[in-house]
């Protein structure tokens, strides 16, 4: 079993609806980031979480320590939003490295 | 925040050759790493850059197949040797303080 698992793989929605990325993981952290990686390979980091919530425009992010499991979402997503989110957390153990989730295909349609 | 660039975004390479790709950082930062993104995979560590040292590698990744320097704070190479198809992949430098990490763009590798 991986130690961050994503839901779902792929995801296809209409421009317009709201988005939900799940992020699960079994290990300790000291934070989660979520990253955006469009088609050229090039990869922006979104968010950095340790705890609660954090809001970017129209990006949201979440983080349940206890639970173990973080959500990003989207409002009013558009086709510029299509991309792969791929979660990563940073292990409490092993200096700054991260570990990453498979990564979560979004495509927006018109 | 930091800016991370890497040289080349891509190339193409004929097995058996070798390809160092470099990786600057535009403020100084604690840790880099080198990442690799075979096709439909996530990211793996290769290995974690230190400066003034040998690199530390990930379980799999030995040093004469990826050989890294890390001359100063701000500046890394990673060479992919003796190239196979296998080795086509998207490679990408990473670096990070105790409070952020950053991504530089990336490098796409096609071996023939």
């Known amino acids: 079993k991986n130690e961050v698992e994503q839901s779902p793989q792929n995801l296809t929605a209409q421009e317009g609806e709201f988005i939900t990325i799940n992020c699960s993981y079994s290990v300790g952290i000291s934070a989660l980031h979520w990253l955006q990686q469009h088609p050229g390979g090039g990869i922006v980091s979104l968010f950095m979480l340790s705890s609660g919530k954090k809001k970017h425009g129209r990006l949201i992010a979440t983080i349940n320590i206890q639970e173990k499991h973080s959500s990003l979402h989207i409002t009013a997503s558009h086709p510029r939003d299509s991309a792969v989110y791929i979660c990563a957390v940073r292990l409490i153990q092993g200096a700054q490295k991260l570990v990453f989730g498979q990564g979560t295909r979004l495509t927006i349609n018109p | 925040s930091a800016v991370i660039s890497q040289k080349p975004s891509r190339d193409i390479c004929q097995r058996g050759t070798s390809l160092t790709i470099q990786c600057q950082v535009d403020s100084q930062v604690t840790m880099m790493f080198w990442y690799r993104q075979q096709p439909g995979q996530s990211l793996t560590l290769i290995a974690t850059?230190?400066?003034?040292?040998?690199?530390?590698?990930e379980s799999g990744f030995v040093i004469d197949k990826f050989p890294i320097s890390r001359p100063n704070l701000t500046f890394s190479t990673l060479t992919v040797s003796n190239m196979s198809p296998e080795d086509s992949s998207i490679y990408l430098c990473?670096?990070?303080?105790?409070?952020?990490?950053?991504f530089g763009p990336g490098t796409r590798l096609t071996v023939t």
């Open positions: 850059a230190n400066q003034g040292s040998e690199a530390t590698y």
């Open positions: 990473s670096a990070g303080t105790s409070y952020e990490q950053y």
